[in-house]
């Protein structure tokens, strides 16, 4: 049985996740930071679109025609047909052309346009830099909540225990006539309060970790505690 029992904490020690573990797979899987990386992508095309803006825009236009009686290329006129020469004609016509536009003078609206994407993209780096800071702060806080309520969890538990086991020894103490019955009654209030509570503590450790879960953008499974005094969290702001 000792084998059995050191076997299982082994696994559940390798298996656990750590906080950096879960704050790296947030760093690439949050919502929060794939729409943060969404809005800097879409600032980045826009501040690229507003510089080119300034250099004019190239268009190509062309088309193709299909019929099914041949088509002349030229307008007939009298001299044309007097002249006996064989008039050019064709089923399939198409034509091709390009077109180049600039505007020559926009009050500087165009430059300020160009500030203004320069400025919209510098906040949403910015923006990304505090929703990483924020996403670090929130992974940690809910992790060690979770630790400290499992802390409390247990506490609680070895208070129940000790609660039923009193509850029991008063219990054998009544049959033998040398406690009351009152005496049962409230150490039986007083276990079922104490269960009541572990009960609480369970439902507010899957709660946090749901909101871990979700915050963090997988299903969080069982966490691994912390040495806080050498602790350090290895994540760069990039």
Known sequence: MKIIFYLLILNISVFATTLDELMQYA??????????????????????????????????????????????????????????????????????????????????????????????????????????????????????????????LQAQISYMKALTTLRKQIAYEVELGKKATIDLLKAKSNEQSAQTEVEVLKNNIDITKATLSALVGKKVGKLKSLKIKNHKTSILYK
């Open 27 to 152: 760093m690439h899987h949050s919502t929060a930071i794939k729409q943060g990386q969404a809005q800097i992508d879409l600032s980045e095309l826009k501040r690229k679109e507003s510089h080119v803006q300034q250099y004019g825009e190239l268009n190509f236009v062309g088309d193709y025609t299909h019929y099914n009686t041949a088509r002349t290329l030229a307008p007939l006129t009298p001299t044309s047909l007097g002249a006996g020469v064989p008039i050019t004609t064709s089923k399939d016509i198409f034509y091709a052309g390009a077109s180049y536009a600039v505007l020559l003078f926009t009050g500087y609206a165009q430059t300020r346009q160009i500030e203004i994407s320069n400025i919209a993209k510098q906040m949403s780096d910015a923006k990304m830099k505090l929703t990483k800071e924020q996403l670090v702060y929130n992974v940690r806080s809910l992790y060690v909540s979770v630790l400290a309520q499992r802390e409390i």
